[in-house]
Each structure stands twice: as structure tokens, then as C-alpha cells.
């Protein structure tokens, strides 16, 4: 069974890659140096290469939220609320706090990033079991509030006024993670995502949380009668998925950014749903699933760099991916094919 | 106040159209989540098309085309390869966000705005002698074709669904499908018929956006689809449930517009308003558990 | 001139998800104008037998002939039209329909611009069903009907699509003496009708008192058949199980011990709120002693169960488990208290399918000391737990890492009875423990409760299957309408049909002097 979903995945992920083959090929002038540009670019040098793990970070830690909401049989769509809102604190504390040591501050506000996430996303797990509110909509709903409001902020009260475009103001550059490959933008944080993978890979496995959120996930009417507290394990659940959104967004900005940019983060929601769905909720392989899809985004936007075709190619493929993953009959459907070609 | 009442029954018709595609699909037993991407796909082939051919039928029929071709690709996902529906409803949504864009860019060389002077106008229709009616007369006259048939909608939906063999079929394959089956009646062929009538719909909704308007944005949707799902769910499987939510929707938004064009308040934040609206009926509809330990 | 209605010959039937043989060069053959039981234990194929007539599952292979001409019936509806009609066990209605639009469904017949006519389908409907003295209110709401008319409702679906051959399956599993006689009568005015009835059932009185002929299978083959007057009880049986399986009373004579659960006026609000489903319900188990409750299923016992092991909420009154009161506290408190639960629903409740064996055992202690330390689970020490009980309880699996859905339906109860009783509880309550099982899993299942019941346990068995209640409980209550209307010593005189009539309350006025 496991082999047959591994194989399912694979295929996937080649028509996937194959249909961004096809339309470039049909929408580019050059199809050969974008195709070039698209598989290649991202390893060509090292600016382009370290982009692209920097650009997996942030999907690491939105992937490893989706996959434990879906592990308790939850839908968190509202990671890009979460995260966004989570960073704008985050940012907000350490601009107004930046005379404390890096060594205070930074663990504090990761921990209250976490939190912030956290509460929101506990918040739809809330309404879901004690109002039966589905938390696929109610995260929503809340998240385009959350983006909208983040904006007015960055807009308004929070707006550099030096600043070219709605940001907020830079805090100090100690707080900053370090590069570890320049010229590219990848930052220690990269060892943060993996340590947090890690730990939670450990804890899915062998903790008591972990068993509660599995076995709850796969079977809610067994677990209550086995007295499982389901309830409180959804929220929990949902805690968690919100707060490593959150730290998704401050160590973004921690690693990148400097301060917060209005729209910096857009995707990261929708990739990191994906990035579950390839890792089929297991936290080690998310890291892979992470790096997959910022290989997509960092190859359209190479591409797009050197030759006439529009990053949103990353965005087909993408979907292409979510429409065949979790499609079971895919592989009978391709056993098929091949006996109906074989006879003739 | 009636100038109000007339932004509310206009911002409520994408909302109400996409809600009634949304219902069959609910009452076949499957929650389309796909709904925001088909109206997003509609709305932009739907004017792009209007504006080429100069004929608004011909734009509406593409819209309504690309939106079913979407439905399909949904049903034959989720009926016959077996994938979850909610992952492939987030896809058509991808999808069509993407695919919008990248037809902007390529079609029309851009990824912002795009006003399309030649597609024809959606002329308001006055009705003749209501429109002269005082207060009334403005509530009743003065909407464009879409408008009028998104409430007709209702109505014939209405029918269909309670009273004829057809409805019944369809709500037995929704609230118990191993009965229907026991009796004949095929799910796989209610639910893709299901899927495409919500095509169907969400097309006209999409179209009822841009096409007023003449105008495609990126993104234009802006949550609509979701806000359309909710009024499905609290429609409680009755296309008069789900006019009632529309319409409470549709003030939200009518709320919002009219109070980023006449107070200071920051158009952001007023964005937030049918979001917030719309979370707020949800949770207060919400039924609580009842007889059950924590 | 074909002597036989229906010939179902050579049918060979295997299930693809999980291999298993259904049925092996089975046939049948029927003639017209009789009933015709099919009897087996459970698992024997008797119902595949006739989902396959009734084109809801494939045969692999074999041929089906109806009035001599072959049928291939890929489809419910297609053997609609050929005039097959099945009444099922778990009855298919939609509940917010009414009788009349449960009756037409899927042939409903359009007037004018498509539409119903609700008038004309409500008075076929009456008219059917005064023809066929099935008496039933076309406009009632299917939710409020009771297990017989729903039957009706099904008969009536038959009829109203002109089904010469009508099939029940179990169609007495939820029915009372009363309603059983009721439904025997139906059979012979349909038989006079000129219908062919297949009558499949394991209850061999019944098979006596209403058939003509009789084919018994068993694992899947057609192992005798012919008229039923050269049969006997012992020999059906024989040939069902294939050997001597005996069930003897096996109540207890014990003398009256202490009570260590007791239940005083109980009272559990219904769904909606307003009205209680169960009405002050009092009793007691003593050590060692196993208290049955019968009744048809729906006057209240599956509440007042959930509410007993913690499920549902209690509205008033008090359960107590030896001196502790434990009314309402949560389902872990329940169960640490020492009370365990074994639902009817063994695939959704009381087990987890998609979990292996090792998870479905741990599920209710995995959080206690001997397992696990500072929040972190030791899984060699599950493991060998596991192990160990798969031993005691011969479970057929290779692993306590093999996927419970993998099982079949009596190593799934093991795995939960080897989960429930290895908590070493005081009270067990246990509901439908046999359902669907077959001879050697039910045999292994009253064992089981029968040493519990050595060992000094309490056991409240709730079953609609009067022989299992009579087979092991040392008292006997019935249930009515939410209420105790009766609690009967489990003596030699008692007999069947007296429950019966308490299950349908005809006695309900007469509680006080029972008790």
C-alpha cells in the first residue's frame, strides 16, 4: 500500500511537471531556453540555488502546519492570516524593542509569534468543536480579515514613511539571521525549520499528543469512545498548525526581510497546503516536499528572468499537483491505459 | 436608503448565482469548494470575449463554457479517479487564479486592470411603469439582465428541486445514497450532473461581475466564491434559505462600498466587513453540541 | 415448460478488496408461488446470493435464469424490470420523505411541465396498500415509523414496481412476535397473489412455520435443498454449522450477591432536547451476574447505554459504580473508574480500521504509567502487551502492526474484547456482541462473558436476539418506550413469547406487580 502511494505521488508530480512543459512550450517564442531556464535555472549558480532554499523555508514550516492540522482530520485554511498577522507583531515587538539583546528578544518574539498563530488558528478548532462551525471556511473567513487588517496597518500606522511602498519600518540588522551561501538570501533559519521538523517528527511518533492527534484524525467516533479527549486534541492540533504558521512568517523576516512588506508573503498558504499534501503528512517529508515547490516557484521566476514566459506557470503546475494527488483511481486509471495501448 | 437597498441586490446576484450552483452540488452530498475559481474564470473569459466578439451572448456563453469545463474537470476527479473533493476544489481555485493571470499577460499584456471598452453594456433595465413608483420603484426597477435572473433562478430552482422526480432523485442521492442506489437511482450520474449545473451558475455569477462593469481585475473574486459556499450551508438545502443569506451578504458588502465612498474610514479595513459579517452569521447559526461530553 | 421460477446455477463470487470466497459453485432453484427459505449461518453467502440477483453486486461466474430466460442483472434497476424485488435487513428509506415518496422513489411518474403530482401518488400509494392489506398512511414521515412499517414501506416498494419474486433478507431481526406473525401473513396473502417469496434468514423456527422449501448453504455452497417436510430442526442446524453446536441455558445459580452498579431513576433527554428518551430508568447488577436487557431496538437502550458508558449526557438521576457516583463525568473518568463498553457498531465505535491492532489496543491506556513517562509512550512495552494478548485471545493476525479493517468481523471483536477486558473492569456493558458473526465467534464470545461472569464481573447484555438474552443472562429486563416495564427471573418457564409481549408494552400498566 505505502509503495503504491509513494508511486502515486511520483506520477503526480511528472504529469504535473510535464503539463508546465506543455504550456510553455505552446506559450513561449522560445520554448527551449525557457524550458532551460525553468528545469536548470535554479541550480546554475549559487545566488539562484541559495534563493531557492531560502525560498523553502517559510513552506517547510506552512507545510509541517498543514500537515498537522490534517493529521487531526482538520482543515487550517487560514495559514496566510496566521502567518501574516503573526509576523506583523512579531515585527512590530522587535522594531519597538530593538535596544534588548538579540539573545532576549529574538526567542521571545518567536515565542509570541507562535502563540499569536497559534490562538487564531485554536480559535476556528474552537468554533468547530463546541458549535460545530466547519473550520475549513471559519479559518478563511478569518484570514482574508486578518490580511486585510495586517494591510491597514502596514498602510497606515505602521508605514515607514521613507519607504517607497506600504512597510514598515527595518529594525535593527542584529537581529537578523546570518547568511550561511552569499551572494544568496539563505539564513540560518534554515537549521531552525529543520530542527522544528525533527522535534515534531519525534513527537507525532512517540508522544502521547501525537497518538491523540492520529488516532483522532483517522477515526473521531472510535477515539471519543475510547475516551480519547477529541475536542481538546483538535484544538491543540489546530494551536499548533496556526503557530508554526506564525514562525513561518516571523523567520522569514528575521531571515530575509528586515522588516515587514506588505504582500511579502503571498503563497506561502496555498504552497504550504501542497507541500502537505506530497509529504502525505509526514513531518520528515515535508523537507523534500518544501524544496520541491520553491524548485517550481524559483524556476518560473528564473524563466521569467531570461526568457518571455510569466512566473504564474509555477502557479499551474502547482494546482495540477492538487488536482492529482489525492486521486486514488490514478494509478488504475494508468494500469488501464497501459493494457488498452498493449492490446491494441 | 434606496440607493442602498439597490448596491445591496447588486452586489448580492454574483453571491446568489455561484450559492445556487453551490446547492445542487451540497444536495447531491458533495461541498464544491471550487465555486471561487470558476466565477474567478468566468468573470475574466466571459468580458475578454464580449470585448472581441462585441456581443454579450457570445462572452457569457465562453464564460459559462470555461466554468463547466472547470466543473468537469472537478466531477471527473472526484467521481471517477476518487480524489478528495475539498483538496480538488482548492485546486480549480489555484487554477483558475493562475490561469487568469497568465491569460491577462498574454491576451492583454497585463496583470492588473483591464478595462475593455468594446465588450457591450449591460443596460440597466427600466421597468416601465414600476419605475415610477416613489420609494419602491427604485428597489424593484433598474437592475441589468443578470440581476433579474439570478431571483427568477431562484424560483425555477425552487421547483425543480421539490417538485420534480429529478429533485427528489437528487436529494435522495444527498441524504442517503446507498438508499438511492437501492433503488436505482444512480449517484455518479446525479453528482456530475450536480457539477455541472454549479458550473453552470458560478459561471453567470462570474459573468454578472465583470461584465457590468466592463472591467476584469486580477482576482476580482476576492472571497466571494467562499462567502457563496457559506450561503450554501446556511440555505440548509432550500434555494429561499440560501436567497435570505445572499441577501444578508449582499448588505454587508453594500455596507462596506458605501462607507469607503462617503466616510474616511480606511478601505481596508472596510474590506473586512462581509468577511466578518459573514463569520459572524456562521457562528451564530451554528448549531451547538448537544448531548455530548467534551 | 421449466419447472422452476428462478435458477441461480454455479454462481462463484470473490470479494476483490479482500479475497474472500462469497460463493462457490452455489444454485438455487425456486419454484413459483412458494417461499422459499434460504438459511446459513452468518457468512455463508446468503446474502450475496441475492444481492447478485438483485444486481447490486457482480458474479464472477455462473448463469442466472428467470422464467427460463437468462438474466444478466448489471444493475438494480435491471432487475427491477425483471420483476425482483428485495426487502433488505438495514431498511433503505429516507427519513424526511414520506411513506408515499418512499414508496415511488426512482419510478416516480411526472405530470404536467415534469412536475409531481403529489395528489395522484398519495392515493396509488392508499390503494396499494389497502390491495395488499399492508395498511399504512401514505402521508406519515418516514422518522417517526416504527421497524414494521418500515418493512411495510419496502414491501410496498416492491409492489408498486409490479415484482413477481420478492425477496426478504432477516426480515425478522427487528421485529416483535407479534409484528413477525403480522409479516408471516403478509407472505401467504402475497403468495396467494401468485408472488415468489425467498425468505433468507438463520432462525429455524420461523423457516418451519413459513416455508415450503428450503436450500441450506454453508461457506459459500449449496449444501442441501428440497421440500421442508424432510427436514427437522436437528438436521438444518447440522448442515448449517457442519457440526453439533449446542447452546444450553447457561444462566448461573449463584446466590444473591452484592449489588455493584446500581442505576436510580435515570432520565436521558432525547436529541432535540425536549422530550426524554429514557424515563426513570432503576436497576441493579450484582457480582457475578449478567442482567439482560431486551427490547426492540429504538425504545431507548442505545441511550441509556451511551449514557452509561459516558457518551451522552445524563438529564437527571445517578449511576453508581460500587460507591463512587459516576453520573456524567467524562468517558476516561468512566472507564478508570472501571466500567468498559462494547458497542453494537463494531466497524465505526468500537474499533478503528484504519489503526493497526497494537493502536486500537492502546487507545485506552496508552496514557497510563505502565505505558508511558513524562508524555513519551513506550512503544516496546505496547508492543509486547499486544503481543501477548493477540496469544490469550488466538486473534488471526500476523502482527499487532496488521490494520484492523483487515481482520474479519469476529477477530475484530477479539481485538475490542481483548482491549475491554484486559483493563480488568468491574462492570462490563455489552451490546449486540454477536452480531453478524459467525457460529465459532459467537461460541468464543459467550465464553468469554460467561468467565467474566465467574471472575465476579457485573455485565449488562443489551440485545435484540432473545435466544442470546436467554442463553446467558441470570435476569431479564425489558424496555418500552424508554421505560423498564419488566424484570423477569431467567427461570425454565420463561419463555419468549412473554418477553415479547413486554416488549410491546402490553403489559407496561402491570410493572408493579413484576418487579
Redesign the interface.
Known sequence: MKNASLLRTFITIMVALGIGIIVIAFTSSEPANAIKSFFIGPFSNVYFFGNMLAASIPLMLTGLAASIAFSASAFNLGLEGQLYISALVGTYITWKFQGLSPFILIPLVLVISFFTGGVIAAFSGYLKVRRNVNELISSLLISYTLMYMGDFFLEGPFKDPLAGLAASPYFDSTFMFSKILPPSDLHTGIFIAIGIIIIVYFVMKKSIVGFEITLTGRNKIFSKYAGIPVSRVTVVAMLMSGGFAGLAGIIDIYGIHGRMIRGYSAGYGWNGIAVALIARNHPLLVIPAAIFFAYLESGANVASLFSDITPEIARIIQAAVFYLITAEGLLSFIKARKEAVSNG | MDDFMHTTITMMTPILLAALGGLFTELSGMLN?GLEGMMLSSAFLSVYVASISNNLLIGIAAGLGLSIILAL?MAY?SL?????V???G???N??A???T??LL??LCNSKGTVFFPKAPKLDMIEIPVIHNIPILGKIISGYNILDYLAIVLVFVCF?IIF????G??L??VG??S????????SVYKHRMIAFVVSGLFAGLGGASLSLPLQTFVGGMTN?RG?IA??AV?LGRGNPIGVLGASIVFGIASALSNTLQASTDI?P??L??VP??V??AV??IY????????? | MNKYMLEMRNICKTYEDNGVVALYNASLFVRKGTVHALVGENGAGKTTMMKILCGIEKKNKGHIFLNGKELEPKSAKEAFKAGIGMVQQHFRLIEDFTVAENVVLGKERSGRFGFINRKKIIEDVARLSHESRLELDPELISANLSAGQRQKVEILRTLYRGADLIIFDEPTTVLTEQEIEELFKIMRTLKKHGKTIIFITHKLDEVFKISDEVTILRRGKNIASGDINNFDREKISYLMVGEDIDFEKRASKGIKKEAVFKVEDLCIKGRDDLVDEVKGVSFEIAKGEILGIAGIAGNGQLQLVEALAGLKKVSSGKIMLKDREITNLKVREIRDAGLVYIPEDRMNEGASCESSILENIMATKYYKREFSQNGWIDRRKSYTFANKLIKKYEIKASSPSVKVGMLSGGNIQKVIIAREFSSDPEVLIVCEPTWGLDVRSTKFVYDSLCEMRADGKAILLVSSNLDEVLYLADRILVMYKGELVASLENSKELTKSLIGEYMMGLHSKERSEVW
Do not use: C
Open positions: 469548494i474537470i476527479l471517477n479517479l476518487k480524489a478528495n475539498f483538496i480538488v482548492l485546486a480549480t489555484l487554477f487564479s493562475g490561469l493571470v497568465f499577460y498574454t421547483y417538485k420534480t422526480p429529478y427528489y432523485h436529494r435522495a441524504k442517503d446507498q438508499t438511492a442506489v437501492s433503488v436505482g437511482i472571497g467562499w459556499l457559506v450551508v480606511s481596508k479595513l474590506l473586512t468577511f466578518l459573514t463569520l456562521m457562528i451554528s448549531t451547538k453540541r448537544s448531548n455530548e461530553d467534551a
